[in-house]
């Protein structure tokens, strides 16, 4: 096998794991459903439950592993990420904002003078 394959084939007990993951958290979601005529904290207790057990189960599974590690590597990407200042966010918001008052005038225009050509002159229904 090459060495793609092998990342992309699971054990059983991996698929077994992952299954027993969702059904996990499957419940959680249809205990906080069916748990509707009881306080707010017990339904949220449930559903927290649910999902902290499901997200242990899957930590086990190497499909489990490998999504956390690139949830680290992604936020690791992140933290690389030159972000805009202040005031280039501002100056951009405004460039969009006018580019969408030019379009809106401009289709504005363009399907009033359509109307005009269309109903006044070719028609002559105004």
Request: proline share 3%; glycine share 8%; hydrophobic share 55%.
């Amino acid at each position: 096998m090459s060495n793609q394959n092998v990342e992309t084939v699971s054990s059983p007990a991996d698929r077994i794991k992952v299954g027993l993951a969702i059904v996990v958290f499957v419940a959680g979601l249809a205990g906080f459903q069916v748990l509707s005529s009881s306080p707010l904290v017990v339904r949220l207790g449930v559903l927290i439950a649910g999902i902290v057990v499901a997200l242990a189960i899957a930590w086990f599974s190497e499909p489990g592993r490998r999504l956390i590690a690139f949830a680290q590597d992604a936020q690791q990407e992140t933290r690389k990420v030159v972000w805009p200042t202040r005031k280039e966010t501002i100056q951009t918001t405004g460039a969009v904002f006018a580019f969408a008052v030019v379009m809106a005038l401009f289709l504005w225009i363009t399907d009033k003078s359509i109307e005009w050509v269309l109903y006044g002159l070719v028609l002559g229904w105004k």
